[in-house]
């Protein structure tokens, strides 16, 4: 059997994280620069816009962080009516977005996500 991608390997970590946490609907790994890496995203959502987006809501985060003397940047998240937008690092080249149902319980959807995020830095 033929040894998998990189890509490969991040989509099979994203449907995993998809399947075993029931609160995230869908997930992405971003570039720092708002390129899209792997996806486990619905059909009717755009690839390059939510690339874009991750990219920008984690630059602004961690300015944020440090203009204010919080410390290096965790997540970010938005809380929207129906329901959340995720963003965690995953070391220094990309940040893994997540979308969580609006009832979802945020402690175990931060806690997969950080076991993701580690697994994805060592990847990317």
Excluded: C, H, Q, W
Aim: proline share 2%; glycine share 6%; no cysteine.
């Amino acid at each position: 059997m033929a040894k998998k991608s990189r890509v490969e390997e991040l989509t099979d970590l994203l449907k995993d994280l998809d399947a075993t946490t029931p609160d995230i609907e869908a997930s992405a790994v971003v570039s720092v620069d708002g390129l899209m890496i792997a996806s486990a995203l619905p059909k009717d959502v755009e690839e390059d816009r939510v690339a874009a987006m991750s990219a920008a809501m984690l630059s602004l985060g961690e300015r944020t962080a440090k203009e204010l003397a919080r410390g290096g940047l965790s997540e970010v998240y938005v809380k929207g009516e129906n329901g959340y937008v995720v963003l965690m690092a995953s070391g220094e080249n990309a940040v893994l977005t997540a979308l969580a149902r609006k009832d979802a319980k945020l402690g175990l959807v931060f806690l997969d996500m950080k076991r993701t995020a580690e697994e994805v830095a060592e990847l990317v």
